[in-house]
């Protein structure tokens, strides 16, 4: 009967999508109710437009239930949806690297001085010295040859780990890349094995001032039984593309084939269609229920061409809904040379992503740590 369009619930909100006032955030409510019914959203009156409502409210809690009450002969109607107000929010943006593997085997291997005489963390570092940039690094147990494996990683470079994890931090991803999807129908027992098999490693070689928990398992796809698991160790936030699936499978560099029928939506940590619509146009969105901040991917830089990078980024930041965070993110793997979809301009097109954000104003922060950031 009485439907609030928006918010939406689980809605993240910052001073973008309404006005700061002495007491709070005043926001627009709007949705729809039978024509005759007189509806009021948290106590105060509406405006009826023929089928639809308007009023507002003004947040000043973190969360706020919003409920929207009007009454027929049939009785008393009434909808609800909760909130999130993002009090402290600024422009900020989160990079993150997923399927890492090789550069942990390459200095194992090679046992350099430093960490950074590997090329690969070199250049993140020079990307932190020159913009500032955080990194977290998604890892896996394994390399995809299953030549190399975390336990084989030295524990002598734990001192450097320490030195550099205001900017620099490993996270769990998968026990391997292959095979794809590995978790979209694994048991919760599996993802709690993997996920405490990779991070025991990461705080026995980088120690806890490296460590991050997770925020992209790998292809983003688990089952929502598993969430809980992900929750008990810490997870608050999941990044994940949530976008319509084409049902044409994906290319070795995992973009999308598009010429299949949509089936619904991917990439999504199978939230519903209703919420993954939702994400596809907003920064965040929280689950109640457990608790985790869903949190859209705005670029992955290893598709993204140089001359790219600025248009897409651009045209997120002139939408209040995508322009508050930058949620950037790459694989490790397209920055080397023997990989067969290598890309030569891997490293600029990753530059450009973090140039743009320096230069429009966004602060990088790593998402575990306080609300999204801040």
């Known amino acids: 009967m009485i439907r609030i369009l928006e918010p939406f619930h689980g809605a993240v909100l910052n001073d973008r999508l309404g006005k700061r006032t002495a007491d709070g955030l005043r926001i627009r409510i709007r949705g729809t109710a039978p024509a005759g019914i007189s509806v009021s959203v948290n106590g105060c009156e509406t405006t009826r437009n023929g089928l639809e409502f308007e009023g507002q409210v003004t947040l000043s809690d973190a969360e706020t239930d919003i409920v929207a009450t009007g009454s027929d002969p049939t009785g008393l109607h009434e909808h609800r949806v909760r909130v999130v107000w993002d009090r402290n929010s600024r422009p900020r943006y989160r990079f993150s690297i997923d399927d890492n593997s090789f550069f942990l085997r390459d200095i194992a291997r090679e046992r350099y001085a430093s960490l950074f005489d590997c090329f690969y963390l070199g250049i993140l570092r020079d990307l932190n010295r020159k913009y500032g940039a955080k990194f977290v690094l998604n890892v896996f147990h394994t390399t995809p040859e299953n030549d190399f494996s975390l336990p084989q990683f030295p524990d002598s470079y ?31 027992a599996k993802l709690a094995h993997d996920y405490d098999l990779v991070s025991n490693e990461i705080l026995r070689f980088a120690g806890e001032d490296a460590y991050s928990p997770a925020t992209v398992v790998h292809w983003a796809m688990v089952q929502p039984s598993c969430i809980p698991v992900l929750v008990d160790r810490g997870v608050r936030v999941l990044s994940g593309f949530f976008s319509p699936s084409f049902g044409g499978g ?3 560099d995992g973009t999308v084939r598009q010429h299949a029928p949509s089936t619904g939506y991917d990439i999504n940590y199978l939230l519903d269609g209703t919420r993954c619509d939702y994400l596809c146009g907003h920064d965040a969105l929280k689950d109640f229920a457990t608790g985790v901040i869903y949190s859209l991917v ?9 001359d790219q990078v600025v248009p ?19 694989h490790e793997q397209y920055f080397w040379p023997f990989y067969k979809n290598h890309r030569p301009d891997h490293a600029r097109r990753c530059e450009e992503a973090i140039r743009f954000c320096a230069e429009n104003g966004y602060e990088p922060v790593f998402f575990h740590e306080g609300f999204l950031g801040v």
């Open 250 to 252: 994906y290319t070795n």
């Open 298 to 306: 705005d670029i992955v830089c290893n598709n993204t061409p140089v």
């Open 158 to 188: 734990k001192g450097e780990w320490a030195d550099n994890a205001d900017w620099l931090r490993l996270a769990f991803h998968a026990y391997n890349e292959f095979p794809d999807r590995p978790y979209q129908y694994a048991s919760a």
């Open 312 to 330: 897409l980024l651009q045209a997120k930041m002139d939408r209040p809904e995508t322009a508050e965070i930058m949620d950037l993110f790459t």
